[in-house]
């Protein structure tokens, strides 16, 4: 009996992590089901991000809350040079600020779990030689310059920089302030932590280029000083990036740019009242 008993105590001891539920989740502005970006991790993540009870709802078609958006000050929204006619049937859209011309993008993302991990900032633009509109033989790279003479120069201030604050959801945390927090990355390699205000990062063509925001904690303190709180479901991130005037490049970005990825805590999860799209889907052409 003794033993019988010491092998269900070690059995509970084992599985229950598992019942903790800790899950892969991923947040962006508007329906994360249907953003453009999703690539087959994503869609299997939302395949996965399952409710248990109710059971069988993915949480990922529930994510459209109106406290998202994606605003800009660089233009209109037109067809994305460097992904337009990579999904057929689908749409991505952007915003243009060309050398030499400032621009400011911002994105508010809604968390839909208690993050329990540092929280992956993903950032996917286009960025392309001036007047051109090819990605295939016109790709650059922001604060990149080639000289008359064919010689390349790499200018730190000609790069967007970028701004993450942390805000209170209808769940915070007791004491958040409603001004919000900054969040800091870690540096990779030596992950020392630097303050995202106004913090410099260069970008590629098409390619992803990701920041890791260091997750706050209830009592801790930030780079700059700032009280910080434990994040929670239905917090919110804004994202603020400015291109500078000495920009040496043509660069856009469009609302589905930006996403957020991070582990999340089953049992914490935040639903829109109503569905909006499904896992795998993008946004259809109208």
Not at 24 to 42: L, R, W
Not at 47 to 73: C, D, K, M, V, W
Not at 143 to 153: D, E, N, S, T
Not at 185 to 197: F, H, K, S
């Amino acid at each position: 009996m003794k033993k019988m008993l010491l092998t269900l105590v070690v059995f509970g001891l084992l599985v229950t992590p598992a019942l903790a539920g800790n899950q892969p989740e991923f947040d962006a502005v508007g329906c994360d089901a249907s953003n453009f970006f999703n690539d087959f991790i994503k869609i299997a993540v939302c395949e996965n991000g399952i409710l248990p009870f109710p059971p069988g709802l993915a949480i990922n078609q529930y994510s459209n809350f109106p406290a998202e958006l994606f605003t800009t000050q660089a233009g209109q929204l037109f067809p994305d040079p460097c992904f337009s006619g990579l999904r057929p049937g689908c749409l991505v859209t952007s915003a243009l600020t060309d050398p030499y011309n400032e621009g400011i993008y911002e994105w508010r993302i809604v968390l839909q779990k208690k993050p329990e991990s540092d929280i992956d900032l993903n950032i996917r633009d286009c960025v392309l030689k001036h007047n051109t509109f090819n990605v295939w033989t016109e790709c650059e790279q922001t604060g990149r310059y080639r000289a008359p003479w064919g010689q390349l120069f790499f200018i730190p201030s000609a790069n967007p920089s970028i701004t993450v604050v942390a805000f209170p959801g209808p769940f915070a945390t007791p004491g958040f302030p409603v001004a919000g927090f900054g969040l800091d990355a870690r540096q990779i390699p030596g992950l020392d932590l630097v303050a995202l205000e106004d913090a410099l990062y260069t970008s590629k063509c098409l390619w992803e280029e990701s920041l890791v925001m260091a997750l706050p904690v209830t009592g801790g303190t930030n780079v700059l000083g700032e009280s910080q709180f434990n994040l929670k479901q239905g917090d919110v991130i804004r994202i603020v990036v400015t291109i500078p005037g000495n920009n040496s490049v043509d660069l856009f970005y469009g609302r589905d740019n930006v996403s957020l990825k991070y582990i999340g805590i089953v049992g914490t999860e935040y639903l829109a009242p109503t569905a909006c799209g499904v896992c795998g889907d993008c946004t259809p052409i109208i």
